[in-house]
């Protein structure tokens, strides 16, 4: 679902915000730092690991991208779930406790970035599937598997951001609820390096162009 604003660089979106998703307001600051700290604990933990020579270097763009996508739908399903009055399971604070021995390496900052984009996406994931239970509850459907009642659920909830007011900052490139980019930036890529970036792959020779500061796992 693509939602955009209208003002970067002479449209109306507010420089500084994400996100505007119905009552709730994400700032680019905090995708920065979500994405910044997220990243860092990533090396932290992959460091001197087997495995972490094989690490592919990730453009800061994608994961920005990524995370931003994660607290639209999360801060979205939030609000559609105190429409049908509903909590997530308790499935959401085991699945994080479980979390914690993979995170005793981190700092204060790493550690809770990496909880606020695994929480968002368990949490969309755990709310939307008891939403989309209910839906198909009304059409008599009461036997439906967790994949059936998700997808309901996913659909609930594009028709509640179809519905209210979400408006997503261009330069992230963003069709919400998608992992592929769309060229939404206002910013013009300029050049094959600068389009290397709205690849839905990781372009090995685009990250290996940017600088240290705009790369994870460099």
């Not at 970035?113 to 939307?128: G, H, K, P, T």
């Not at 997503?168 to 206002?186: C, R």
């Amino acid at each position: 679902m693509l939602v955009t604003g209208c003002g970067v660089a002479g449209t109306g979106f507010h420089p500084g915000i994400a996100a505007q998703v119905g009552d709730d307001t994400i700032t680019s600051k905090h995708v920065d730092q979500v994405t910044d700290d997220y990243c860092t604990a990533v090396e932290e933990v992959t460091k001197g690991q087997p495995e972490a020579a094989d690490q592919q270097a990730q453009p800061m763009r994608y994961l920005s991208r990524e995370f931003a996508n994660d607290l639209i739908i999360r801060s979205a399903a939030e609000q559609l779930a105190e429409t049908y009055d509903v909590k997530p399971t308790s499935a959401v604070n085991s699945g994080l406790a479980k979390l914690e021995p993979q995170l005793v390496k981190l700092n204060d900052e790493q550690h809770d970035a990496v909880v606020e984009v695994i929480e968002a996406r368990a949490y969309a994931q755990d709310v939307l599937t008891t939403i989309g239970g209910i839906e198909l509850a009304k059409d008599g459907n009461s036997s439906a598997t967790d994949e059936d009642k998700y997808a309901a659920g996913q659909d609930a909830l594009k028709k509640w951001m179809a519905d209210h007011d979400v408006e997503v900052n261009p330069k992230y490139g963003l069709d919400v609820g998608s992992a592929a980019p769309v060229d939404t930036d206002l910013s013009y890529p300029l050049g094959k390096t600068a389009k290397g970036g709205l690849s839905e792959k990781v372009d090995p020779a685009y990250a290996a162009s940017l600088p240290d500061h705009l790369v994870c796992l460099e």
